[in-house]
């Protein structure tokens, strides 16, 4: 009888646990089905730390650091109401094989990922800062993998994905133009 109840019991651990695989896949759709633009996705790296920042929710997922980011892509490619403005660490491109096995096969893999997005390059602790800020009023969803390559963490800030900047433009300026720029009295 022990021991039934010990198997049954390593079952449930195994079965969660790999049903639990997946559940980072569940979780970013409905996030992206919620989210709007100034809200943020990361996918980072082992060593990325945990923000404090109260909209700021991390959860970290066994998976390959770049099938997340290639599942992030696929699932904003498919949202009409948002696009994302993709954001790297100017570091990774200065980060030496030697130091750091793996990162010259990594940065084409990425770039391979990323060649149809609006990719920009910062300084990490600029990226960190943007997102700190946003975490104050935005909600951020941190994805931790477990990869051991440092400045690998790949940011998606959300933009509207059915207005442009120069849509917005437009707008002020005809509201400029009409004199109608504060709210009605």
Same mark, same amino acid.
């Given at each position: ?21 997946? =559940? ?6 409905? @996030? ?6 100034? =809200?943020?996705?990361?996918?980072? @790296?082992?060593? *990325?730390?945990?923000?404090? &920042? ?8 066994? #998976? @390959? ?8 892509? &696929? ?18 491109? *200065?980060?030496?094989?030697? %130091? #750091?096995? !793996?990162?010259?096969?990594?940065? %084409?893999?990425?770039? !391979?990922?990323?060649? +149809? ?7 990490? %602790? ?6 700190? %800020? ?18 690998? +963490? ?7 994905? *059915?207005? +442009?900047?120069?849509?917005? &433009? ?6 400029? #133009? ?5 709210? #009605?009295?």
């Amino acid at each position: 009888m022990r021991k039934a109840t010990i198997l049954m019991v390593l079952l449930t651990i195994v079965s969660s646990s790999a049903m639990a695989a997946d =559940n980072w896949k569940q979780k970013l759709q409905q @996030d992206i089905a919620i989210f709007g633009h100034r =809200n943020w996705i990361v996918v980072a @790296d082992s060593a *990325y730390p945990l923000q404090t &920042s109260p909209g700021i929710e991390t959860i970290t997922v066994d #998976a @390959d650091q770049l099938a997340v980011v290639k599942e992030v892509i &696929s699932q904003l490619s498919m949202a009409k109401h948002v696009k994302p403005i993709v954001y790297t660490d100017t570091e990774l491109g *200065y980060v030496p094989e030697k %130091e #750091a096995t !793996g990162i010259t096969a990594y940065r %084409e893999a990425l770039a !391979g990922l990323l060649a +149809s997005q609006d990719r920009q390059k910062l300084l990490h %602790e600029q990226i960190i800062q943007k997102l700190d %800020e946003a975490g104050k009023t935005f909600k951020v969803l941190v994805i931790k993998t477990p990869l051991t390559i440092p400045y690998t +963490s790949v940011f998606f800030q959300l933009d509207c994905g *059915y207005w +442009s900047p120069e849509d917005e &433009s437009r707008l002020r300026a005809a509201m400029k #133009a009409s004199g109608k720029q504060s709210p #009605a009295k």
